[in-house]
């Protein structure tokens, strides 16, 4: 029996096919004149798009998911336009895991055979895209769109292993910031060093080194309009408006590394949050792990530092909303908006990106759909929306078809109120060697050997703050089932255990084979 997923793929070649026999090249299917499911489910198709990509945003900074005291009126009005989605948990996470799940339209969790990548780490899925004909770009361009991507990211913006990605696009700009050397590091003083380091790591040369390259690249921790976020969304800008000059249909997107570490957001920002009776040294960076280093105090000023760097972001794209607006795009050009994954702020006793505590701080995002016929805007949907969705919506808003390797859901019909063909009432991702798995009414957390498993009642326990799995057997049977399901979901068999120190000696014996040093210290 041909299952729900078959039939869709079976529509959109026949769709496919058709629209090539009527053009003789590959074009859009509204030039074709074909039925698309855009049009099912979201009424006519937007001419161009624009994929906006923010790294470690959490959806409780954001005023438009309830926080009150958050000062984001451009996130909020962009939100404000369009479907937002309160239940977004990325697939893989986290940064190179999270993009290749969003570009690809695939997903990557779980990470079976990973070998370390010398320029990318030891972290599961932190590896190259294989394949960039296999990808959301280059159905794009293949259906006459002109591409073009600004970023900061260290990561796909500089890495010789994402070299291939870049070179896929029409145009792709590295924004020097979190990666290379804008200005002398020496020009920062010890003293100024001090001033954004907690004192637990204060005289540690990686985090000093690191911090003065940061201050001398971003304006100091004084102008704002040296950040990377400044830099990223102005050259956005600037792209923008030389694709709508072309006249021809574009993709642009925008991957901003900014709220992410260091934070260093001038004085105006930080005074927004924080305590004027706070004397310490501003927490402008943190090393993950437990985070009894820091005091009450300290956390609360991270709290403050990180929302400042969210409101510093929040004012550059601004600026790139603005243009949006100022060159007539909004008549003709959708939007899609997303997070990567959040970062634990002390809360449940982290800091950082810890695998095993996948709860919302770090696993749930900010994620909405702009369409510019208004469509659905100002409300929300508890649909399980995820990375690999990213592409094979964008690909149904503009009428082309979905390339049959893509595994994601469209989730376009949502805007015409109704489901997307994948029905998801399960969900799973992970990060390293553990996983969650997600239902409406439980979720479940734990390592791929099948052990340290944790079971939440959302229900009854909404923030998910205790674990009832040894409560009693039936949450224990629960849990079991949940397991299995997941299992069953991933394709059946065991799921992929990778240890830390073989990962560790691969990762020393590939950088020898390739020449590479690693730039950190």
């Known amino acids: 029996m041909s299952s729900d997923r078959d039939l869709r793929l079976s529509r959109r070649r026949l769709l496919q096919a058709a629209g090539v026999a009527g053009a003789g090249v590959a074009l859009p299917l509204a030039a074709s004149g074909c039925a698309s499911s855009a049009d099912a489910g979201a009424g006519g198709d937007p001419e161009n798009v624009v994929l906006i990509v923010i790294d470690s945003l959490r959806p409780d900074f954001l005023g438009a998911y309830g926080a009150a005291r958050m000062h984001t009126p451009n996130f909020d009005r962009l939100l404000a336009r369009g479907l937002r989605f309160n239940r977004a948990f990325p697939e893989a996470l986290v940064t190179v895991p999270a993009r290749r799940s969003i570009f690809t339209g695939q997903r990557i969790f779980p990470y079976r055979d990973f070998e370390p990548v010398a320029d990318l780490g030891i972290s599961p899925g932190w590896e190259p895209i294989g394949d960039v004909s296999k ?69 540690t ?67 927004m949050y924080g305590d004027p009776a706070y004397e310490g040294p501003e927490i402008g960076t943190i090393a ?38 100022e060159l007539g795009l909004g008549d003709n050009t959708a939007i899609v908006m997303l997070a990567d994954h959040g970062v634990l702020l002390g809360e449940r006793g982290w800091l950082g990106k810890i695998p ?23 409300e929300s949907s508890d649909y399980f929306a995820s990375t690999h969705d990213v592409a094979p919506t964008i690909l149904a808003l503009l009428g082309i078809p979905e390339p ?83 299992i069953e979901a991933t394709g059946g068999g065991k799921l992929p255990y990778y240890d830390q120190d073989v990962l560790e000696r691969k990762l020393e014996r590939e950088r020898e084979r390739t020449g590479f040093i690693d730039p950190t210290p």
């Open 205 to 271: 040369e990686r985090y000093t080194v690191g911090m003065k390259k940061n201050l001398a690249n971003t304006g100091y921790g004084r102008d704002d309009s040296k950040s990377d976020a400044a830099r990223v969304f102005m050259r956005a800008s600037d792209e923008l408006a030389d694709a709508a000059r072309s006249g021809k249909r574009f993709a642009l997107v925008v991957d901003c590394f900014d709220p992410h570490e260091p934070w260093t957001a001038p004085p105006e920002f930080i005074d």
């Open 135 to 203: 990808t959301m770009e280059a159905a794009l361009r293949d259906a006459g769109y002109r591409t073009y991507q600004v970023t900061d990211n260290p990561h796909t913006g500089f890495t010789q292993s994402f070299k291939p990605f870049r070179e896929s696009y029409d145009v792709f700009v590295p924004i020097k910031g979190r990666t290379g050397t804008l200005n002398d590091p020496g020009t920062v003083t010890d003293e100024e060093v001090a001033r954004w380091l907690p004192e637990y790591l204060q005289g």
């Open 356 to 378: 095993g505590e996948l709860h919302p701080e770090l696993a749930q995002v900010p994620f909405a759909i702009i369409h510019p016929d208004g469509r659905r805007a100002g």
């Open 404 to 486: 049959e390797w893509m595994n994601g859901a469209d989730l376009s019909p949502l805007l015409a109120g109704q489901d997307p063909v994948e029905e998801r009432p399960f969900h799973y991702g992970g990060m390293f060697n553990r996983y969650f798995a997600r239902d409406d009414r439980w979720l479940l957390l734990g390592d791929t050997l099948g052990g340290n498993r944790k079971l939440y009642d959302l229900t009854l326990d909404p923030g998910e703050w205790h674990d009832v799995h040894d409560a009693s057997r039936a949450n224990r049977r629960r849990a079991q089932a949940m397991h299995d399901q997941l």
């Open 288 to 325: 993950y792990g437990p985070a009894k280093d820091l005091s009450i105090e300290e956390r609360r000023r991270l709290h403050a530092g990180y929302a400042a760097s969210v409101t510093m972001t929040d004012k550059w794209l601004g600026t790139f909303l603005d243009r949006f607006d």
